[in-house]
């Protein structure tokens, strides 16, 4: 008899088990019973707790063990968001994502209808990646799918997003890049009523693009910098990804060679940079070639100094 409520009792822990996996983040409490002994599972602190009669302390000890190597959740994350541009309530929005190797782009990972201006996302992911919020084909705006919870908040002057340390970090960066872009907004309103009080288009120029040239080149280093900090991060090369694919093709660029020759290997490595550096023409023997001129160079400097 002892027997057989040993063997009921692991099945229903094997259900617990399951149940904690799928509930984990609400807070309930459940009663499992036999007819003689009973555990509670509290999916809150993530713990099963039961107390057994007439079992062996070997019978409790394989229990006990069973469950230490199987109730770890699989990491998940939830992301809340919320937003006052007009239109968005009733519409579709997607979240993708691209493999931090750039191996799989647009993975789509989950989607949800805008309600009151409310929407929300959630599931499961084998590791950290950077992905975008997605209005039909529109990108909305960059997120990083960390295990937790997230939120999002979007309006027609900026977006944030809370929640991690890498979000916490990239949400640094876009305060710092929608702010240069609302400059650059302003700017062309400015060129706008510039033209309605009958300055001509010479004295528009001359007044507008040494502004919006040091706002295009404060972006520039805004973004080149966002990546070398974020070298060893999925922050880094996902930014990376993106300023390639904004180019529509392979370039190297100032903004690009910049990067790749500050980089470390580790960075390299990644089969998208890689793959670019053989679209833009460059072989890696070549890109080892620059890197040891520049710091050649900075050894120079530094002699001076």
């Known amino acids: 008899m002892a027997k057989q409520s040993a063997t009921d009792i692991i099945k229903k822990v094997k259900i617990a088990k399951l149940v904690l996996n799928l509930f984990g983040d609400l807070h309930f409490v459940l009663y499992f019973c036999t007819r003689k002994n009973k555990y509670i599972v509290i999916p809150q602190s993530n713990q099963i707790i039961f107390s057994l009669q007439n079992m062996r302390l070997t019978h409790i000890l394989f229990c006990v063990l069973g469950l230490a190597g199987t109730c770890s959740c699989s990491p998940q994350y939830n992301i809340d968001g919320n937003s006052t541009i007009a239109g968005l309530d009733g519409q579709k929005m997607y979240l993708r994502a691209t493999r931090p190797d750039g191996t799989q782009a647009d993975v789509a990972l989950d989607s949800c209808e805008v309600v009151h201006g409310c929407f929300t996302f959630g599931g499961v992911v084998d590791s950290v990646l950077m992905a975008d919020l997605y209005m039909g084909d529109e990108v909305m705006m960059p997120v990083v799918i960390e295990n937790g919870r997230m939120f999002v908040q979007m309006d ?142 900075g050894a120079k400097k530094r002699k001076k100094k």
């Open 156 to 297: 027609n002057m900026m977006q944030s997003i809370s929640g991690g340390p890498l979000n916490d970090r990239l949400n640094q960066f876009l305060v710092k890049h929608g702010r240069c872009e609302r400059e650059l907004w302003d700017l062309s309103r400015r060129a706008r009523n510039m033209l309605y009080e009958g300055k001509s288009l010479e004295q528009i120029v001359a007044v507008i693009d040494p502004m919006k040239s040091t706002l295009l080149g404060q972006m520039k280093d805004l973004e080149v910098k966002f990546v070398k900090d974020n070298y060893d991060n999925v922050l880094g090369t996902g930014y990376f990804m993106r300023m390639c694919t904004n180019m529509g093709m392979p370039v190297a660029n100032d903004d690009i060679l910049d990067i790749l020759l500050d980089a470390p290997d580790a960075f390299l490595a990644n089969p998208f940079i890689g793959n670019y550096l053989i679209m833009m023409g460059m072989t890696p023997a070549q890109l080892q070639k620059e890197r040891e001129a520049r710091k050649g160079k």
